[in-house]
């Protein structure tokens, strides 16, 4: 039932219970299932990758819940991906899904996932970067990514994504903290979600600002955008929507989009050696735990012990 | 200036300013300097590492900071490490060490220090632990670590924290999300926040309930105490300080600290050695980068390619 060839095969036929096994298989790729990737990723390339990032309490959820209608009534097929772990949507893989996002919930063309820590180290952009590949190969034209724009997932995602939006709302410390936190140097498009309070003009002319700022510092001829929204009230969604299309024309035309795909897929290659290279560690680190913990009580040789450690690892790769 | 043994001799001296710098040291650990830990640590696993978790929101920071009071009233050293990323603390390294906590800035007994992200996979659990032999070392009794209860980083830490505090508020819905993130089964304390609201009796009574239920499915002779706070007023916080220590008499007396302390050394050399690892891959992936590029492009032979890399890894690191 998981041989994942079949699930393949089901989840390209539209069966999201076999897609939603794949992704399970992704999201724990080990030594004896990384072959999946290569089986699945040959005829991908195509999807839009738009990696969404933002402060809790901007109203992301919202955002991308309409977001998602927008694009499908564009007729696009649309996949989410949240590895924000104080989102609705990811915490999520518990509840999430099945709350704030329930409108798509029976809609065909959409698929929302979220990726949970399963205590793995680098698993969290593994899993996401595994799941593009997934989304993109079974024809979903969309597919967003969901961040809460700190940790190393997020950089690794915004660092692939084809574009990338950052979400903000009124109201003057958390745009300087974003700005201190470097947010606001990655966009393609920015957002002053919640712009039916009083206070967005000022945001907004800021965000304008800090657009006109990256154009000058960026090579190529895209201009940061900045859109207006409320999420809430549904207004400026179709805008953004329309947006962000005009970024990914952009990337299409100027070859940004290769060079951001190749880029993935060799993220995705060091993602999956890492994953092997750990795996092997921890084999090497049960077998010795009982000598390790005896050296290390006092730390004495500590230096030692995790080069051993390492030699070890490296012995077991090259056999 | 930054030689690690005269930061050593320095930060041991009581110099601020040189422990801070050894701490960055910790944060950028690699093959060059991981000797420092070796130095560092040989002296230390006296104090007392308490992990406090619990969802943005539930005052987390302010708990904390009147916590530390609390504790220097009791003359320990206290040092507080931040590894919650939408921590006012934590972000912190930005803005948060100088506003929250700004009431400790100027008490030579107290060191706050939130560890940041520098892009390392499986950084901050690694720069967390180091600093806790640092702090260790340094003499400081109580070492608490703030994470958000999620994600890798965050196990870890609870894992191998003497005492875990579980902080929790008024709000059923809170306490069921939380209740399936798995979050109410590591707690030693469990602490109900805000218990002036109104509603903080039904929560306090369900706290209770949880940890009854604990302390059934548990061995040793510990039972989860659940204690009534109000950081805002600075009520309760007594109580907790004196629950905590009480707790650490027992991991004392049960020989759990020592096992405790080995766990954590040992999960500090699979670190050290997992970044040696990465280290080595990044360096081959370096060299590496235009063929495999070409060869992933349309991931046609991208499994081939990771295991070549693992391999080549695994080469560099016996020669």
């Known amino acids: 039932m998981s041989d994942p060839s079949v699930l393949i095969e089901r989840a390209k036929a539209g069966d999201k219970r076999a897609?939603?096994?794949?992704?399970?298989?992704?999201?724990?790729?080990?030594?004896?299932?990384?072959?999946?990737?290569?089986?699945?990723?040959s005829e991908g390339g195509r999807a839009h990758v738009v990696g969404i990032t933002g402060m809790p309490g901007a109203g992301k959820s919202t955002l991308i819940s309409r977001l998602v209608r927008a694009f499908r009534d564009m007729s696009y097929k649309v996949a989410v991906?949240?590895?924000?772990?104080?989102?609705?949507?990811?915490?999520?893989?518990?509840?999430?899904?099945?709350?704030?996002?329930?409108?798509?919930?029976?809609d065909p063309g959409v698929f929302i996932r979220s990726v949970t820590n399963r205590g793995i180290l680098g698993g969290v952009s593994l899993a996401a970067l595994a799941m593009i590949e997934a989304f993109d190969v079974m024809g979903y034209d969309k597919?967003?990514?969901?961040?809460?724009?700190?940790?190393?997932?997020?950089?690794?995602?915004?660092?692939?994504?084809?574009?990338?939006?950052?979400?903000?709302m009124p109201g003057a410390g958390d745009d300087v903290q974003a700005l201190k936190a470097g947010v606001f140097e990655i966009g393609d498009v920015y957002v002053v979600n919640k712009s039916d309070r009083p206070d967005a003009?000022?945001?907004?002319e800021y965000m304008l600002f800090v657009a006109e700022k990256e154009a000058l510092g960026r090579g190529g001829s895209w201009r940061p955008a900045v859109v207006k929204t409320s999420a809430a009230l549904g207004?400026?969604?179709?805008?953004?929507?329309?947006?962000?299309?005009?970024h990914f024309s952009y990337v299409l035309e100027s070859g940004e989009k290769e060079r951001r795909l190749i880029a993935r897929r060799t993220h995705l290659v060091r993602l999956v050696a890492a994953?092997?290279?750990?795996?092997?560690?921890?084999e090497v680190m049960e077998g010795e735990r009982e000598r390790v913990g005896k050296v290390v009580r006092d730390m004495r040789g500590f230096y030692d012990e995790a080069m051993r450690i390492v030699r070890l690892t490296g012995k077991r790769l090259v056999e």
Not at 81 to 106: F, N, Y
């Open 19 to 41: 897609l939603g096994r794949l992704l399970t298989l992704l999201e724990e790729l080990n030594a004896d299932n990384a072959w999946i990737l290569e089986r699945l990723s």
């Open 81 to 106: 991906i949240s590895i924000d772990p104080t989102s609705p949507i990811s915490s999520g893989s518990i509840m999430g899904d099945r709350l704030r996002m329930q409108e798509h919930a029976t």
């Open 143 to 168: 597919i967003i990514v969901e961040t809460v724009g700190v940790g190393q997932s997020e950089t690794d995602i915004m660092n692939v994504a084809d574009t990338i939006v950052v979400l903000t």
């Open 201 to 204: 003009a000022k945001t907004y």
């Open 235 to 246: 207004l400026g969604i179709r805008e953004l929507a329309e947006t962000i299309n005009r």
């Open 275 to 282: 994953r092997l290279l750990l795996q092997s560690l921890s």
